[in-house]
């Protein structure tokens, strides 16, 4: 296993880690823009472009795109995050050459005026699906109240107003700074060949143009307080903290990673026993959400409305608890062997990889193969995880609640 | 490469029975550091006896609640500590615990799933957070109309009870006791019809030991099989102020061990089985009515289905619905030879990568087994699948047309379903 990488001279970074034992390869383009690089005025605008640079280049129309994609067998698709816009095809190894060029291809899009007023339909109803999602809405809930007015409280999908307004002009603006050349990495993962790789992109995107797209990296305010939205229509009570954590480019990520796992895994860990287990919540989990320059931990509660005051003084007084003892050794060994484990799992398929090599790369300009990366996780000491908490201090909390309550 | 040569090099295959009835099935995979195990116990949600519907689920949870020399934490943490990656699903027939980690520690995990098939503490003080977690899931699906709306179209659409939710009811919960769910434990857990599936880096013989020495002496009855009502079927709408209209149709098909099986896979794929697919390109890229609509298959033992979902803003529900039928009608009509091509390719593609993970390749094993009573290799379904003719896929889809359509709407509004019997 080992790691490829080049620079055009546009500024088009090239990455790959081979493994020609893999039965597939996975590659795509990390663009480096999300909600967080929209200005208020075209919220919603990375998520939309997202979906029109598979609606068709001067060379292929938007059904031409799906068929190509389908006939190679193509697992692909996109994302859209607050920092990123990713997009990807996993194929077999004999298809590398077609995947690229149409991956090349469609990252020059043409926008064109009638497929831009139809897909604006199919956001519209896609921000519909998500309002019928309490989980997703309370998730948003936090982001918009924790980060407020940083952009990082921006929502991904925009809003019915943000998005219906949008202007065909306003997205070709935004395309033109952020898709530059020097904004974008092509990442290759499993049995890829890395000559070959080059030597198309070289043909395909050595013209782009490169921009300062930037990125404001301000510190957000990391705000604390409470904010309850009361819907009569949602079952369940959903409620959501959030605290300071590291940031991507620090080296106390680990612990932090560490740290949200010991707390919150979704099995075994400690919000489980004292929630899940006795059945007072039916989720109760922590995330580390690890951003450029800055991160949080999350948490996610959903309960019964009348046990939900219960089950938040629960939670804090774990964090507290966590905050003042840190973890016993088995229980670090264990959460250490759990977290392997998965990026192991996660490994074997070279769609797995993808995304970690990318993100590796675009946050840290750096490649660190997957043994090191469980090295260094075990490496990580009890010290280290209780000094993270502590640094951080969950105390610091904004708290959302969505559901039947009205108070908390 | 062709596929038939892929799979001489990377499929090795095994498979015993034990004297209990138990079977073993595994599969050496080469590259890879882990080994994952799929067992299935024939303790699914449709053998939940009449009115305790939902007992399968809290079954699941409560067997997870100390075995052995362990308590439910010492199980958990046990589990936790060899990095073992696990989860549980109550299905139509089985209970399905699967478990991926490092194959190193693929044996002591092994032990520790012995332990809840042979040990199971099933303690009165565990059983209460049992129920009241699927208590909680239950009235968690009404914060999910899609996954509700999915889940409701296949309990009316199976013949009863075989496509129980396994949520149960308020009152089927309410009436769940620990005395009852340990008579259910000792009735359901046994050997026969129980598969355990390992894919990964294994060593067969070694697993085979293993297996003989935890699990040969397990005793146990052979399960009778539900006795099956009629579907319910039919047309129901389930008033709720949601945002979208989500919208679900199901149709009887083909099961796996039927002759017409990869037609019918191949029909769905053309229908459904990407983004140039007819269903989406017609309702999503053509006329933008919806983000998200597809159509797929789902089979139990003898009887399977094409299920369609489509959610969609409640005002073009009904023109939603009136495509989503005509699309798959149009089917019958003629196929493309290129879409037979894509249909072909996506297909063994998809084979071909979920090939690379353990606990995906576990899971197969496990389901051609209890479907067919052997394993499919890779060269097989790959040659099964270039053998079927574009002529076969359009006799199938003619035989096997939209019929007995049933139909399940949750959103502000019923769609009006005249167009089925045109």
């Known amino acids: 296993m080992k790691l490829n990488h080049t620079r055009l001279d546009n500024g088009l970074t090239?990455?790959?880690?081979?493994?020609?034992?893999?039965?597939?390869?996975?590659?795509?383009f990390f663009v480096r823009t999300g909600a967080r690089d929209e200005a208020p005025e075209v919220a919603g605008v990375s998520h939309f472009l997202e979906h029109m640079i598979f609606k068709g280049t001067p060379r292929r129309g938007s059904l031409e795109v799906n068929r190509e994609f389908d006939s190679m067998g193509a697992n692909y698709n996109a994302f859209t995050s607050e920092e990123n816009t990713v997009f990807y095809g996993a194929v077999l190894p004999e298809y590398q050459d077609a995947l690229l060029d149409l991956l090349c291809d469609i990252l020059r899009p043409s926008l064109r005026k009638e497929d831009f007023d139809l897909e604006k339909n199919v956001i519209l109803d896609e921000i519909a699906r998500y309002e019928d999602m309490p989980r997703y809405r309370v998730y948003e809930m936090l982001l918009a109240e924790y980060f407020r007015p940083h952009p990082l409280s921006h929502s991904v999908l925009g809003t019915s107003r943000s998005v219906g307004a949008l202007t065909r002009e306003q997205m070709l603006a935004y395309f033109s700074r952020r898709y530059a050349a020097n904004n974008l990495t092509l990442v290759g993962v499993g049995n890829v060949d890395f000559d070959a790789l080059v030597a198309k992109a070289s043909r395909m995107c050595g013209h782009w143009p490169s921009d300062e797209a930037g990125r404001d990296t301000a510190a957000p305010a990391h705000r604390q307080g409470q904010r309850i939205v009361t819907d009569p229509n949602v079952a369940r009570q959903q409620v959501a903290l959030a605290s300071p954590a590291p940031a991507s480019q620090d080296d106390d990520r680990y612990a932090a990673m560490l740290a949200a796992t010991l707390l919150g895994d979704v099995t075994g860990s400690r919000l489980y026993y004292a929630l899940v287990d006795v059945a007072l919540a039916d989720e109760a989990s922590m995330v580390y959400d690890s951003l450029d320059g800055t991160g949080a931990f999350m948490t996610f509660l959903s309960c019964d409305s009348d046990q939900a005051a219960r089950v938040v003084e629960i939670a804090r007084r774990e964090m507290a608890q966590f905050q003042a003892d840190g973890p016993a050794e088995a229980e670090l060994l264990a959460a250490k062997n759990k977290i392997a484990s998965g990026a192991t799992l996660k490994g074997e398929v070279p769609m797995g990889r993808f995304t970690v090599v990318g993100y590796d790369w675009v946050y840290r300009k750096e490649y660190v193969p997957l043994a090191d990366q469980i090295e260094t996780l075990f490496a990580v000491t009890a010290r280290q995880v209780v000094e993270v908490a502590r640094k951080h201090d969950f105390g610091k909390t904004m708290l959302v609640a969505l559901g039947p309550l009205e108070k908390l | 490469m062709k596929v038939s040569e892929r799979s001489e090099r990377s499929e090795r295959f095994f498979d015993k029975r034990l004297?209990?009835?138990?079977?073993?099935?595994?599969?050496?995979?080469?590259?890879?550091?882990?080994?994952?195990?799929?067992?299935?116990?024939?303790?699914?949600?449709?053998?939940?006896?009449?009115?305790?519907?939902?007992?399968?689920?809290?079954?699941?949870?409560?067997?997870?609640?100390?075995?052995?020399?362990?308590?439910?934490?010492?199980?958990?943490?046990?589990?936790?500590?060899?990095?073992?990656?696990h989860g549980e699903t109550v299905r139509s027939d089985h209970i399905i615990y699967s478990a991926a980690q490092l194959s190193r520690n693929l044996h002591a995990v092994l032990g520790l799933y012995a332990d809840l098939l042979l040990r199971p503490r099933l303690a009165d003080e565990t059983f209460e957070p049992c129920r009241a977690l699927v208590e909680q899931d239950l009235e968690s699906l009404q914060d999910e109309p899609a996954h509700k709306c999915n889940l409701m179209l296949r309990e009316r659409f199976y013949p009863r009870p075989l496509g129980a939710s396994g949520y149960g009811t308020p009152g089927s919960?309410?009436?769940?006791?620990?005395?009852?769910?340990?008579?259910?434990?000792?009735?359901?857990?046994?050997?026969?019809?129980?598969?355990?599936?390992?894919?990964?880096?294994?060593?067969?013989?070694?697993?085979?030991?293993?297996?003989?020495?935890?699990?040969g002496d397990w005793r146990g009855e052979p399960c009778p099989t539900p006795v099956v009502q009629p579907p319910l079927g039919g047309i129901e709408h389930v008033a709720k102020e949601s945002a979208q209209a989500h919208i679900g149709l199901a149709y009887p098909t083909?099961?796996?061990?039927?002759?017409?099986?990869?037609?019918?896979?191949?029909?769905?794929?053309?229908?459904?089985?990407?983004?140039?697919?007819?269903?989406?390109?017609?309702?999503?890229?053509?006329?933008?009515?919806?983000?998200?609509?597809?159509?797929?298959?789902?089979?139990?033992?003898?009887?399977?289905?094409?299920?369609?979902?489509?959610?969609?803003?409640?005002?073009?529900?009904?023109?939603?619905?009136?495509?989503?039928?005509?699309?798959?009608?149009?089917?019958?009509?003629?196929?493309e030879a290129d879409e037979v091509a894509r249909a072909r390719t996506q297909l063994k593609s998809a084979l071909i990568m979920q090939g690379e993970s353990t606990g995906a390749r576990a899971n197969a094993m496990a389901s051609d087994f209890y479907h067919l009573g052997r394993v499919r290799g890779l060269g097989e379904?790959?040659?099964?699948?270039?053998?079927?003719?574009?002529?076969?896929?359009?006799?199938?889809?003619?035989?096997?047309?939209?019929?007995?359509v049933t139909v399940l709407v949750i959103g502000p509004k019923p769609v009006d379903t005249g167009i089925l019997d045109q």
């Open chain 1, 14 to 28: 090239i990455i790959a880690e081979s493994r020609q034992t893999a039965a597939s390869m996975a590659a795509g």
């Open chain 2, 19 to 85: 004297a209990n009835g138990l079977r073993l099935l595994g599969q050496r995979m080469e590259q890879v550091s882990s080994a994952a195990m799929t067992l299935v116990v024939p303790a699914g949600a449709a053998h939940d006896p009449a009115g305790l519907e939902g007992a399968a689920s809290i079954l699941c949870e409560w067997s997870l609640r100390g075995a052995g020399e362990r308590n439910t934490r010492q199980f958990n943490d046990a589990l936790d500590g060899l990095g073992c990656q």
């Open chain 2, 173 to 215: 919960l309410a009436a769940a006791t620990p005395p009852a769910l340990r008579e259910l434990f000792r009735r359901r857990f046994c050997p026969a019809g129980t598969i355990l599936a390992v894919a990964g880096d294994i060593d067969w013989p070694a697993v085979c030991d293993r297996a003989e020495d935890l699990l």
């Open chain 2, 254 to 335: 083909v099961t796996i061990s039927h002759e017409q099986y990869y037609a019918a896979r191949l029909a769905g794929m053309v229908l459904s089985g990407g983004a140039a697919a007819r269903l989406h390109t017609e309702l999503r890229e053509k006329r933008a009515l919806v983000y998200h609509v597809s159509a797929s298959y789902h089979s139990l033992k003898g009887h399977a289905g094409v299920f369609a979902y489509a959610g969609t803003r409640p005002e073009l529900a009904q023109q939603t619905f009136d495509m989503t039928v005509g699309e798959i009608r149009h089917l019958a009509e003629g196929i």
């Open chain 2, 381 to 404: 379904l790959s040659d099964a699948i270039d053998a079927t003719t574009a002529d076969e896929i359009i006799d199938h889809v003619r035989a096997w047309p939209a019929r007995d």
